[in-house]
């Protein structure tokens, strides 16, 4: 049961996608154009990918943190730099890089979370859990969100230990295969996460391309699903993160999700057209952006 002050926050992962010209962006995108800017007016969270691969500079941070404000109900997650997740050793130098960039994100208030995701190799047991100590004494006093794939995760002594450090724990949808963690809908802090990656079993392991791994739309009734669970998380904050980023699907999906949970919100042109009987809707306005915008 939803508590009554409990806020759920719906959202893309990234928004810096060549291939979302023209299913999410106008194509040719206008010079001057903030994909960011789209976002915020769209959705009140986005996870951000590129911090995985290297940490950013802290006017990065800085920079983010301006362009939300126009939103008041914007936070952002971030994800943990790679070499703190995939790494054997431990780079304490990186670690404290990481923490002093999230400096303007935390000191706006605007910092929803910090995801720390381990690949499906990452097994639970003792490395694991000095692991997630290192990560969270490093990041301590922020909210911290841990996502592992594989299902020797799945017992409760995991889930307590997160709990005793309040850290929170992932749901995931992710296409089956042995071993793989299942669906579910756990909270072990006060910020509870779902993130959807899709279900494209094929290529999910076997692909030449990386975006391969997340060309995959949900149905409704996928969706709802994950709406109900969603809804079932007794946490402060509840963060929805469609990773099927594939052509904006992760932004139709994630319009879906918000039009389920009962929320107003508008269709940008670009996405109806490229997703037709998605979405019911009748014309609104053009937004500053001389985009037509379409009201549920």
């Known amino acids: 049961m939803l508590r009554p002050s409990t806020v759920i926050r719906v959202g893309p992962a990234g928004w810096s996608y060549k291939d979302w010209e023209g299913p999410v962006y106008p194509s040719p995108v206008p010079r001057g154009f903030d994909r960011l800017g789209w976002i915020v007016d769209h959705f009140d969270t986005v996870e951000v990918n590129s911090t995985f691969y290297r940490t950013p500079a802290v006017s990065a941070a800085g920079s983010w943190a301006e362009r939300i404000e126009p939103n008041p109900r914007f936070e952002m997650t971030l994800k943990l730099q790679r070499e703190l997740t995939h790494e054997k050793s ?5 670690a404290k890089r990481f923490r002093a960039f999230l400096g303007p994100l935390e000191e706006s208030g605007r910092l929803g979370a910090v995801l720390a ?25 922020l909210p911290l969100v841990v996502e592992v794939r594989h299902d020797s995760f799945d017992t409760e002594e995991f889930r307590e230990l997160l709990r005793e450090r309040s850290i929170g724990l992932a749901n995931i949808d992710q296409p089956p295969h042995d071993h793989a963690l299942e669906p579910a809908a756990h909270v072990t802090s006060g910020v509870a996460y779902i993130r959807l990656h899709g279900r494209n079993r094929e290529k999910w392991f076997d692909h030449e391309e990386a975006w391969e791994r997340y060309d995959y739309l949900y149905s409704r009734n996928e969706l709802d699903d994950w709406v109900g669970k969603a809804r079932s998380l007794e946490a402060e904050k509840v963060f929805v993160i469609t990773n099927n980023h594939f052509r904006g699907q992760s932004v139709a999906n994630a319009l879906e999700i918000r039009k389920s949970l009962g929320e107003e919100i508008v269709i940008p042109q670009t996405v109806a057209e490229y997703y037709p009987g998605r979405f019911e809707a009748r014309p609104r306005a053009e937004d500053e952006r001389g985009q037509m915008l379409f009201r549920f």
């Open 117 to 141: 995701q381990f690949p499906w190799s990452f097994r639970y047991g003792a490395g694991a859990c000095e692991r997630f100590e290192r990560i969270r004494e490093v990041l301590d006093g």
């Open 90 to 94: 431990w780079n304490a130098g990186e």
